[in-house]
């Protein structure tokens, strides 16, 4: 080995401690990049060659700059990321329906309910009273326009979810092809035995997004691809697969969107329960819960109570509702009561409406023809406020309505408690990982500190090879 051996394994030095210099900024530099992963050089001895007999070394190589991956952590973190989705989408909009059921400041529905038999109340101790009668027909309104309120607002809220459809779908949609897209590029960039750290990072943090966006399954390939998919009924329908993507799809209106799973190769299917089950179909399995389960649970509950203070339940025994009572007495003139609200069968809490024959004089609080003055009707009104009905779960209308009131109550706290623990969960796996795959600013440091003084070692090497080329020249 002679001198120019020296000054190749500086020149080495000088490259490979610059190419780590430039690792160690390239982490720091992105020490608050969202799904980063730190990267470092890992170095070998370069192949020794042989002088005079014996094996003397060549100096140093770079084997591969790699980054800190944690595969298991990564699935943790996309399966976390659709279970918290999930929860905390049906977290807000319980929250935004709680309001309509919030009796504290005694104006809703359950009061409104109250109101209409207190009414009945008083009219039944003046039963002639104008002030008293009208009192009824106010409270019978401001029932019926409570009714109505909550199930406007509830159709509202199951239409809001609805129309967030198109939105979520078209940021779906664009995330796998991002992903198809960044598969190319490592794809291209690892078969010229190029560093693809950084887009695979991107791909992988483009995973953990869809996954909370709808519930995704992925497999990762031997040539750096990751393919994605959703399984339905046993089968997978592959989203991304290599280059290709698929996509989703909504069913044109009028009505309720349907979202449709187009696979790569043609294939579709529908995303419903079959393809999904709480909470594994992150936010758009969330939206469409709502919109198609929960939403509507609460209005066949109201849609319920309406019709049975209405229309009463056959039973056996059978046991009479508003109507029916209204029709069993007598107004002012001895004639027979009418009934004095109207609904239609399916969607009672929407069209209930007060009839508007009965006025004053029509309504029937007595329970003679030829007593005007009589108030055994209204009586029996009131009592049946205290009528336990099966229909209503053996409870009253108002004790059905509060325990809807309080279900409503309960879900959400419970929602709020699973979206906390999801955060805490979420907020354990990201501290692992910035554990093993985030960048320290002080380590970095440290490192580059290190590799200056590597490369400063190197130029001393070839300083003094230098020197000695000189003397040795001197000499001749």
Not at 211 to 233: C, F, H, I, L, P
Not at 269 to 277: K, R
Request: charge should be negative; charged fraction near 15%; hydrophobic fraction near 40%.
């Amino acid at each position: 080995m002679g001198l120019s051996a020296a000054f190749e394994i500086g020149k080495a030095g000088l490259r490979i401690f610059q190419v780590s210099s430039e690792v160690v900024s390239e982490n720091i530099a992105n020490v608050n990049t969202p799904g980063y992963s730190r990267q470092r050089v890992i170095l070998e001895s370069a192949p020794p060659s042989t002088h005079n007999g014996f094996p003397l070394g060549t100096g140093v190589r770079v084997s591969s700059v790699e980054r800190y991956y944690d595969s298991l952590l990564q699935k943790q973190l996309v399966n976390a990321g659709t279970t918290g989705s999930y929860d905390s989408t049906k977290a807000e909009v319980l929250q935004q329906i709680e309001p309509i059921f919030n009796e504290v400041a005694q104006d809703g529905l359950g009061a409104s309910i109250s109101g209409f038999f207190n009414a009945w109340q008083d009219l039944s101790v003046n039963p002639t009273g104008q002030p008293e009668r009208q009192a009824v027909l106010s409270r019978a309104q401001i029932m019926v326009d409570q009714f109505h309120y909550v199930n406007r607002t509830l159709s509202d809220a199951a239409t809001a979810q609805n129309d967030a459809l198109p939105s979520l779908t078209n940021d779906i949609n664009s995330t796998l092809k991002q992903i198809a897209l960044l598969n190319g590029q490592i794809d291209k960039t690892e078969q010229v035995a190029g560093n693809a750290n950084e887009m695979r990072d991107q791909r992988d943090y483009l995973i953990r997004g869809l996954s909370a966006q709808m519930g995704v399954k992925y497999t990762e390939n031997a040539n750096g691809t990751t393919d994605v998919y959703v399984s339905r009924g046993g089968t997978d329908y592959p989203l991304v697969q290599g280059t290709q993507y698929g996509n989703l799809s909504l069913s044109a209106p009028p009505g309720n969107y349907t979202v449709t799973v187009n696979a790569v190769g043609g294939a579709t299917a529908t995303v419903d329960a079959t393809m999904y089950t709480a909470p594994d179909g992150g936010q758009l399995w969330a939206t469409l819960q709502m919109r198609d389960t929960f939403i509507p649970a609460y209005q066949a509950y109201v849609n319920n109570l309406a019709d049975v203070m209405v229309n009463g339940e056959a039973g056996p025994p059978a046991k009479l509702g508003i109507n029916d009572q209204h029709n069993a007495g007598f107004d002012l003139n001895g004639a027979a009561g009418l009934d004095l609200f109207s609904v239609t069968a399916g969607s009672e809490a929407a069209t209930i409406t007060l009839n508007p024959l009965v006025t004053q004089s029509r309504i029937a609080a007595s329970g003679s023809a030829t007593a005007p003055g009589d108030n055994s009707n209204a009586v029996s009104m009131v009592g049946l406020q205290s009528q336990t009905f099966t229909a209503l779960n053996a409870g009253t209308f108002s004790g059905y309505y509060n325990t809807l009131v309080a279900q409503v109550g309960v879900d959400v706290q419970s929602a709020q408690n699973v979206v906390k623990q999801d955060a805490a969960f979420m907020k354990q796996l990201t501290t692992l990982r910035d554990s093993s795959s985030g960048v320290s600013l002080d380590e970095e440091l440290a490192n580059l500190i290190q590799y200056q003084r590597s490369y400063q070692a190197s130029a001393k090497l070839i300083t003094t090879a230098t020197e000695m080329m000189d003397t040795l020249i001197g000499m001749i």
